[in-house]
């Protein structure tokens, strides 16, 4: 009897658990959502809305084509993620199979928000005729995600390293201090590159954790680059040159409000976007910067929703 009752409470624990962090992911999206909407609301309270109506207007087609360029040439490069991940994970998933799945998980997970649960079901519906079950389409999902956010912290660093005057419009801290956290990042970056060769286990105490081989860090660098910095010139392009801040400020404010946006589960990066740019891209007249940020997003991600949902279906 006694058996039964830890088995049932073995089991009511797993059943909390499963509840329980998609709830906390809600939260959590919840808890940054809504003052950053409270806050942009206020931003936006203040705008011109007919100047925000005639600046999308005058976005030229050429500064659209090429932000669809850029948008595809981003997103290619996103679809490898999961052919990097099966490969990894040891999945007989065919390598044009893999890259489909990223790109119309990715397209659907990043607009739609909770990006791994949408992610892991989006998986499931693909490869499950692969054997690939829901709890392996998670692993999956959670592999993308840490190889992601592995490649995009080493590229945010090693940009902010070099031009550190968007992150400090950001966070209003020091060139030094925006420096010496990239440099503390690319230095604990190197370490998990040498422990990959030498150490392919990292062991604290009772903590066993594995590390990816060296070329698949390389890989995940490399596709994190090729994937957010065409992401962030998408927009730049679509603000005019006359009021466009430099490129090398507006790509670590887009790839800093990427990240807060992944972490927080929020769809889109929804308002979280909006709010860094108008906080941190000053030199732009606000109504300039919201049209371009409303092309933006109708370019980078509702035509990528679009297409993968119907791939999806």
């Not at 997103?75 to 893999?98: E, F, I, K, N």
């Not at 392996?136 to 992601?148: D, E, P, R, Y």
């Not at 992150?167 to 010496?180: C, D, E, I, Y």
């Not at 919201?290 to 370019?299: D, E, N, P, Q, S």
Request: with cysteine; charged share 10%; proline share 5%.
């Amino acid at each position: 009897m006694a058996f039964i009752s830890l088995q049932r409470v073995s089991t009511q624990s797993r059943g909390l658990r499963r509840i329980a962090v998609p709830l906390g992911r809600v939260a959590l999206c919840a808890a940054v959502l809504v003052p950053v909407l409270y806050l942009l609301g206020n931003h936006l309270s203040e705008m011109d809305r007919a100047e925000v109506a005639a600046s999308l207007q005058r976005i030229p087609l050429a500064a659209i084509a090429i932000s669809v360029l850029l948008t595809g040439i981003s997103l290619l490069a996103a679809a490898q993620y999961d052919d990097v991940a099966l490969r990894q994970l040891g999945y007989a998933v065919g390598q044009r199979r893999a890259r489909q799945g990223g790109f119309v998980a990715i397209g659907l997970s990043q607009t739609l928000g909770m990006g791994l649960l949408t992610g892991t079901f989006v998986r499931w519906r693909l490869y499950r005729d692969q054997g690939i079950g829901l709890p392996q389409a998670g692993l999956i999902s959670g592999m993308v995600a840490a190889g992601f956010i592995g490649g995009f912290a080493v590229v945010l660093a090693a940009i902010a390293l070099v031009e550190p005057n968007g992150l400090v419009n950001l966070t209003k801290w020091s060139p030094a201090t925006v420096r010496s956290l990239a440099a503390a990042i690319l230095v604990a970056s190197a370490g998990v590159a040498l422990a990959s060769l030498w150490q392919p286990r990292l062991t604290f105490g009772r903590i066993s954790i594995g590390v990816p081989r060296f070329r698949v860090l390389r890989m995940q660098i490399a596709l994190a680059a090729i994937d957010t910095v065409p992401a962030a010139l998408a927009l730049w392009i679509l603000i005019p040159a006359e009021s466009a801040p430099a490129m090398m400020v507006v790509i670590p404010v887009y790839l800093a409000a990427l990240g807060v946006g992944l972490l927080s589960n929020t769809p889109g990066g929804l308002g979280v976007l909006e709010l860094a740019c108008l906080s941190a891209l000053t030199v732009t007249p606000p109504e300039t910067l919201v049209a371009a940020l409303i092309a933006h997003r109708a370019i980078y991600f509702g035509l990528p929703a679009l297409l993968s949902a119907a791939l999806l279906a």
